[in-house]
């Protein structure tokens, strides 16, 4: 063993310690943490030192043979470092140093330093700043720099590794062999290290203070690394002291007689040495971390390093975890509890990976945390909540979750708390949803927590309201899982309702998305989810016993219900409007889930679609009964009977027949029909729903599912098809029919009396009333062709649908006369009016198409002669020249010279969104036009075809040569609206042409600041620790906090809001363009709109800039246009997927 006495060397090494961590003032929350200034860290205090340089460099082939060692993938690290310290131990007795030279240089190569000590260098610690400071200034001379320690470099990947292994190792040895200690014992010592840790101290943690940071860094490992094991040793003697003090104890109380009271005194006193000699080598080791600790831990673990950081973290985790009893105080809890606001994700990262594993070690009980623990959760509690809004690293996300359930298990989440990350839920499934991909894993852990929460409130749900103490002989095991099952679906809804109240309430703020997506198709995508896990798993019977449960029949008390709690358990399981929609969404769910094989974490192996379906089968009568009861319940519903009629593998037909069910098959469609006719709003998600529905049932011919559509639909089916067509378009000429609507959407009276300004209300009105009929055949019409129910008389009536449009209504609505005259009132009702124009259009559109279609079919087949062209066109062609005119009559009133009042400044801006839509559906009609005209002008023998396309007063100036002028116009007013809304949100100045004297700035959109919902919490770097800090202080510190909060909340809204604004203006500008390119293409507009367009193309971006090119391309590039059939079906083409093939 080494003798170790006091001397100079210690007391030196201990000055050095106290000099180091008293260079950096005890950490006090200030937020300078991250100081670039970290060069006046510590100086260096060398100025007494006077001497010449004695580093000398290594001869070229002279390398650090423990570097090359621990470099090798198969090194025995254990016996490597057992040679070391028995070197160390022998060089102590000859009083050399070559070992610890060696060992020292290991930490100068393991950073690339090409100088090396030499064992003069070594021999006092008493200079170890100077020597470290002289070795930084040749570090820095170096033309290069290797860094082994922290290289992906392949050879020598290994060695990081083996180097932290190899000092853990080498204190292990030390403890072993005694090094680590002193001989002597006396009392009266103050300084317990050994002459072997004075010189590791004194040396390394000069390197741990250098300047540069891969001195600070290598340094910092080797001490973390020593730290790590002196930490295993400690715990290892507590273990040890206390099972030797039981001996001791024992041994004293246990009385001997006379003859053997000398053996039991000789075993009592060397017990009591035993005893103390571990007392003195735990507080050496204690006084080992204290130094280390204070030394190093305490400024590194700011250091402006984030590796530094990280190790610093990594470090302390392994401290608290072996020795507990020492680190898991608030003393060390608390760095973690900074660092959750680190700015380096890999920092936070390991704050959450540690923050996870400690609390799972609590093994879901609050007694196993001690109480310095939970008073850092009661602390810090709220910023772990908050810190999910704020991360976008996905790994931190998952161990928050895991954080999230654990706190749940061991009740420190409030019902509060559970609904705030629960809100956090929706809001990434939203994102997700609007294809922001999310990980697996993190769906994973989201789920386990939603359904920790729901089977604790469901079991104590359960005791609430159940009798323990009754005999369960009156019920069995099927009815109490049966119950259980019911319990912990209410609870679920309740739960995912209160958050999903949360998540709408601040959707705006949190989202910069529309908010376009249905609440139910949320909670599906959270369900699906939480179905993978086993308590849900194959329990989708219990969904439909549950939806179609009547509580009023169910005895109560048979179940072994509390007879004073039946009556509360009846209201308990009752379900509301919304709990059903949310249990047809949970059956949704159910249905992706087996009828995705590909659903991840999910074994549909287990139960085979063909019995799933045909379970199912026997249900979906009385679920699409309760669905129609609520316009909140039937989208779900009818989404799964899409999902149904997707699935091909097992045709949904074909488990009905063979189940001798067809008629219910039918009759099912039939109730879907019959919602659809008796639907009074088609919204935007009804729409999407039917869109679906018909193009799976009827297919289209540019549908993916036209293929699998026969599957689906029998002469029945398409009977009762033709049936809603037939009554659609009766009620289209029903209300044509009344002279005076019964409908009012303006529920006013008329500024003006006269009878012209009421017929135009009476126009308007029935306009709305005709959106809902029209919409619905529009949704046939995308799929089949509807000519004959729209284009023909209905029951023999005077004349077809598409005619008595444009005689009845479109010939009569004057736009310039509704604005000037009623102004206010139009503006109350100008979304309604702009949705029915649209409808109106896209019908205009999809009967042009299809009448195109049936031209084209007739110019193939060699009937084209039979066909009177100006006849069969005739009722379209009224229609196509009305809408013209309505769109040049709009062009006067928005950008004409009479200006509107002041309160219908909005109404003006409401007609400019209005005439964008309305011009490029225009476009599309005038473009197919031109596309037919193009393709037949040479070989047609169709009768009256120049009539109707030669003629400037039907088609002619339509679909040949140059639009009128004031069409030109008008199509340019809306491309100089839409470029000036996006320069306008993109802060860029535009140049305008010559005859351009409208002001279109007036259009320009202008975000307003809006009030923040959910203001989140700012937290500092690192929060004041003091105990005794004044409660005021606090409170003006968290007041502080929250304005600043707020500020920037308003400020990362308002951001959001632009971003999606000018993504909007920028579809929309871009998509028409397009559109106008293809008339420019096709010789329907003058050059200078040519011109015009390419004017401000560098200045709106890439995207409009790369469209611009079109313009300059060859000719040839317009060849090959699309057929008829194309046009049709891709007349709606969504904006990114034009913008995507141009990019």
Not at 199 to 213: G, Q
Not at 499 to 514: F, G, M, P
Not at 995 to 1005: I, K, L, Q
Request: proline residues 2%; charged residues 25%.
């Amino acid at each position: 063993m080494v003798v170790a006495t006091r001397s100079k060397r210690a007391r030196k090494a201990s000055s050095i310690i106290k000099e180091a961590a008293s260079s950096d003032s005890e950490f006090d929350g200030a937020e300078d943490s991250y100081s670039d200034s970290e060069e006046e860290e510590r100086p260096h205090k060398i100025a007494n030192v006077s001497r010449k340089s004695r580093l000398s460099a290594p001869v070229n082939d002279e390398e650090n043979d423990l570097f090359k060692a621990l470099s090798s993938p198969v090194v025995a690290v254990s016996e490597l470092a057992l040679e070391w310290v028995e070197s160390y131990i022998l060089d102590a007795e000859l009083s050399r140093v070559d070992a610890f030279t060696n060992l020292f240089n290991l930490l100068l190569r393991a950073v690339g330093c090409k100088i090396l000590a030499q064992p003069h260098d070594m021999i006092s610690s008493d200079s170890a700043a100077a020597t470290v400071n002289e070795l930084s200034i040749h570090f820095e001379k170096q033309k290069s720099h290797e860094y082994p320690i922290a290289s992906t470099n392949k050879e020598i990947k290994h060695f990081h590794k083996n180097f932290r292994d190899f000092f853990g190792e080498v204190i292990f040895y030390a403890h072993e062999t005694g090094c680590l200690y002193k001989e002597s014992m006396d009392d009266d010592q103050s300084v317990l290290a050994s002459e072997f840790m004075t010189s590791i101290l004194a040396w390394f943690i000069s390197l741990s203070t250098s300047k540069l940071r891969p001195f600070r860094y290598v340094g910092t490992v080797a001490l973390l690394a020593i730290q790590t094991q002196l930490c295993q040793q400690a715990a290892s003697l507590e273990v040890s002291l206390d099972r030797q003090q039981r001996q001791l104890s024992n041994a004293i109380s246990n009385k001997k007689s006379k003859k053997r009271a000398i053996a039991h005194d000789q075993k009592v006193q060397t017990l009591r040495r035993n005893v103390e000699v571990t007392e003195f080598r735990q507080s050496t080791i204690e006084e080992y971390l204290d130094d280390i600790t204070k030394g190093v831990f305490v400024h590194r673990f700011r250091d402006i390093d984030s590796a530094i950081r990280v190790e610093c973290l990594r470090a302390l985790g392994e401290w608290v975890m072996a020795y507990p009893s020492y680190f898991l105080k608030s003393t060390y809890l608390r760095y973690f509890g900074w660092l959750l606001s680190d700015p380096t994700d890999n920092v936070r990262e390991e704050v959450v990976k540690f923050l996870c594993r400690l609390y799972k070690s609590s093994q879901g009980s609050l007694e196993n945390m001690t109480s310095s623990f939970r008073k850092f959760t009661k602390r810090f509690q709220p910023q772990l909540i908050n810190m999910i809004w704020k991360e976008s690293v996905v790994s931190i996300k998952i161990n928050l979750f895991a954080i999230y359930s654990e706190l749940f298990k061991v009740g420190f989440l409030q019902e509060k708390d559970t609904a705030q990350i629960c809100s956090y839920v929706f809001y990434l499934t939203e994102s997700h949803l609007n294809q922001k991909p999310v990980s697996n894993k993190l769906k994973s852990e989201i789920s386990k927590f939603i359904t920790l929460v729901c089977i604790h409130g469901a079991d104590s749900t359960y005791t609430m309201f159940f009798d323990s103490k009754c005999s369960k002989d009156g019920r069995s095991k099927a009815d109490e899982e049966r119950v259980r099952g019911f319990l912990k679906l209410k609870v679920l809804i309740n739960f995912l309702m209160k958050s999903l109240e949360d998540h709408l309430a601040k959707r705006d703020t949190n989202s910069a998305t529309d908010a376009t997506i249905g609440s139910w198709q949320l909670v599906e995508a959270i369900f699906r989810d939480i179905f993978t896990l086993q308590n849900y798993v194959s329990k989708w019977e219990v969904i439909v016993q549950y939806l179609i449960l009547d509580t009023s029949g169910v005895n109560f008390e048979e179940l072994g219900v509390l007879k004073e709690e039946q009556n509360s358990f009846s209201r308990f399981l009752e379900l509301s409007v919304d709990g059903q929609c949310f249990l047809v969404s949970f059956l949704l769910g159910c249905v992706r889930c087996f009828l995705n094989s590909k659903q991840k974490g999910f074994e549909a192996s287990k139960v085979s679609p063909t019995f799933f379906l045909s379970k199912l089968t026997c249900h979906l009568r009385s679920i699409e009964s309760i669905s129609s009861k609520s316009h909140k319940i039937y989208p779900p519903f009818l989404q799964l009977w899409n999902e149904l009629l997707l699935y091909r593998s097992v045709p949904i037909q074909m488990t009905f027949e063979s189940s001798s069910s067809l008629d219910a098959y039918n009759q099912l469609h039939t109730n879907v029909l019959q919602y659809f006719l008796e639907c009074q709003e088609v919204t935007d998600e009804i729409q999407k729903l039917y869109s679906q529905y018909f193009s799976l049932l009827l297919g289209s011919p540019a549908d993916e599912h036209r293929e699998g559509s026969s599957q689906n639909i029998n002469p029945n089916i398409y009977l009762k098809v033709e049936d809603s067509c037939l009554a659609l378009s009766t009620e289209i000429e029903e209300i044509l029919s009344i002279k005076t609507s019964t409908y009012d959407a303006f529920n006013s009276d008329s500024e003006h009396d006269d009878p012209f300004t009421s017929d135009q209300k009476d126009l308007c009105n029935s306009l709305i009333e005709l959106s809902n009929p029209i919409a619905k055949l529009n949704l046939i019409g995308d799929v089949v062709n509807i000519i004959k129910f729209v284009g023909e008389p209905v029951l023999d009536g005077p004349a077809s649908v598409l005619e008595q449009l444009s005689v009845k209504l479109l010939s009569k609505i004057n736009f310039d006369a509704l604005v000037s005259m009623w102004p206010r009132n139009l503006s109350k009702v100008i979304n309604s009016v702009r949705q029915a124009w649209k409808s109106l259009m896209d019908f205009a559109l999809i009967n042009l198409c299809w009448k195109l279609e049936d031209l084209m079919y007739a110019l193939n087949d060699g009937t084209s002669d039979t066909i009177n062209v100006e006849v069969y066109l005739d009722d379209i062609c009224s229609i196509i020249r009305h809408l013209v005119a309505t769109f040049v009559s709009l062009n006067g009133v928005i950008f004409g010279d009479k200006s509107l009042e002041k309160a219908t400044k909005s109404l003006k801006m409401e007609l400019s969104d209005f005439f964008f839509t309305f011009g490029s559906i225009l476009i599309d009609l005038i473009t197919s036009l031109r596309v037919f005209h193009d393709r037949t002008k040479l070989s047609n023998r169709f009768r009256g075809y120049d009539a109707m396309f030669s003629d400037d007063n039907k088609l002619g100036n339509f679909s040949s040569d140059h639009v009128p002028d004031v069409l030109e116009e008008a199509l340019m007013n809306v491309f100089l609206t839409k470029e000036t809304k996006l320069a306008n949100l993109l802060g860029v100045t535009l140049e305008r042409a010559e005859n351009e004297n409208v002001n279109f700035e007036e259009f320009a959109f202008e975000l307003g600041d809006e009030e923040i919902v959910y203001p989140t919490q700012i937290e500092t770097h690192f929060d004041s620790s003091d105990d005794d800090e004044s409660i005021d202080d606090l409170k003006a510190a968290k007041e502080a906090a929250e304005v600043e909060a707020l500020a920037e909340a308003r400020a990362a809204s308002k951001k959001r809001k632009l971003e999606q604004e000018i993504w909007n203006q920028e579809k929309d500008l871009s998509s028409y363009t397009m559109k106008l390119i293809g008339l420019l293409k096709s010789n329907a507009f003058t050059s200078r709109c040519s011109d015009r367009l390419k004017l401000n193309s560098d200045r709106l971006g890439q995207v409009f800039e790369s469209i611009i090119t079109l313009l300059t391309a060859p000719s040839s590039a317009t060849e090959g246009r699309r057929t008829i059939t194309q046009d049709m079906a891709q007349k709606q083409t969504t904006t990114q997927e034009s913008i995507a093939l141009v990019s």
